[in-house]
């Protein structure tokens, strides 16, 4: 199975910002997903790339600002361009949403971040 690996750098309707020294990429032990804990600007990004075969390609994951709440997105992948067996070179296309934390009794509603969310695969290899 080819192993497929992309970067979550505009999810919050951001520029492109470069990551610090201060990062890091994991496989789980059964393969299924790719763990991502990197810094991008002043943020800390902690994104998991689903590889399974139910939600191939799907993110989720945490986006921390400082001392403020973590913000929660999820995406779902509609157009790779390029060929995914080049993994640095391909372009990704999500739709993601987001929201913040839930509250005893209260989970806010998911908004829309963007529509299509662009994403280098390079994010998600290790530096």
Known sequence: MTRIVFVLVL?????????????GVALVP?????????DVGNERWAINLD????N???????????????AFVFCTPFQVDGSADDIANAIF?????????????????????AADVTLPGSFFLPH
């Open 11 to 23: 999810v919050l309707g951001l520029a492109p910002v470069a990551y610090g020294a201060n990062s």
């Open 30 to 38: 059964n393969d299924s997903v790719i763990l991502v804990s990197k």
């Open 51 to 54: 590889l399974g075969s139910t």
């Open 56 to 70: 191939p390609l799907q993110l989720t994951g945490n986006v921390f600002r400082g001392g403020d709440e973590p």
């Open 93 to 113: 296309h999500y739709n993601c949403v987001g929201t913040s934390a839930c509250r005893v009794g209260n989970c806010p509603e998911w908004d829309v971040i």
